[in-house]
T-cell receptor, first 116, second 112 residues
Framework: DAGVIQSPRHEVTEMGQEVTLRCKPI?????LFWYRQTMMRGLELLIY????????DSGMPEDRFSAKMPNASFSTLKIQPSEPRDSAVYFC??????????????FGEGSRLTVL | GESVGLHLPTLSVQEGDNSIINCAYS??????FIWYKQESGKGPQFIID?????DKRQGQRVTVLLNKTVKHLSLQIAATQPGDSAVYFC???????????FGTGTRLTIIP
């Protein structure tokens, strides 16, 4: 079975450029989460959706970050303009309603972003 | 603020031995506690969870212990194998919430 699919796996860009990260959740999963992982701050929740609706975006660092989920099979995380401190691995995860409140998430392999 | 933390950042264990990874938490309102494994270059992978009304749960080669008195969580891995080498995260989920909070992680290295 296909897991959570993220693209690109790696991206190197220059400061000021727009970055778009993409995620395809597991089919049938109603919940989608975006996490960021850095050495300094570990795994941080940025935003999550339920049935394509953003539920909590309190983890989004600032207005430069935005996320959308236009349909049940696709989500994007956009950074515009990007800054060097945005360099991190960004993970997308999905889960079912029954496992969203037990903490069992299914993670993608991540998108490693480097902003020069 | 409340947080989930780990006692040891690194742990090396001889192959075949048992390993214990520890975690301290501070949110007494958490309902579920979860362990994740993250191999190099991959996303975190769910291992096992335990609900706050339990003190022990066993899986295949893994056991999670929960001590609510001292707010301590541990993951025991029996008969470790090279494939167990990874970073292990504890995480907690408050009651009636869907936002998982991760600890900082412990790197487990299995020595052949």
């Amino acid at each position: 079975d296909a897991g959570v699919i993220q693209s690109p796996r790696h991206e190197v860009t220059e400061m000021g450029q727009e970055v778009t990260l993409r995620c395809k959740p597991i089919s049938g999963h109603d919940y989608l989460f975006w996490y960021r992982q850095t050495m300094m701050r570990g795994l941080e929740l940025l935003i999550y959706f339920n049935n394509n609706v953003p539920i909590d975006d309190s983890g989004m660092p600032e207005d430069r970050f935005s996320a959308k989920m236009p349909n049940a099979s696709f989500s994007t995380l956009k950074i515009q303009p990007s800054e060097p401190r945005d360099s991190a691995v960004y993970f997308c995860a999905s889960t079912l309603p029954g496992t969203a409140n037990t903490g069992e998430l299914f993670f993608g392999e991540g998108s490693r972003l480097t902003v020069l | 603020g409340e947080s989930v933390g780990l006692h040891l950042p690194t742990l090396s264990v001889q192959e075949g031995d048992n390993s214990i990874i520890n975690c301290a938490y501070s949110n007494s309102a958490s309902d579920y506690f979860i362990w994740y494994k993250q191999e190099s270059g991959k996303g975190p992978q769910f291992i096992i969870d335990i609900r706050s009304n339990m003190d022990k749960r066993q899986g295949q080669r893994v056991t999670v212990l929960l001590n609510k008195t001292v707010k301590h969580l541990s993951l025991q891995i029996a008969a470790t194998q090279p494939g167990d080498s990874a970073v292990y995260f504890c995480a907690e989920l408050p009651s009636m919430d869907e936002k998982l909070t991760f600890g900082t992680g412990t790197r487990l290295t299995i020595i052949p």
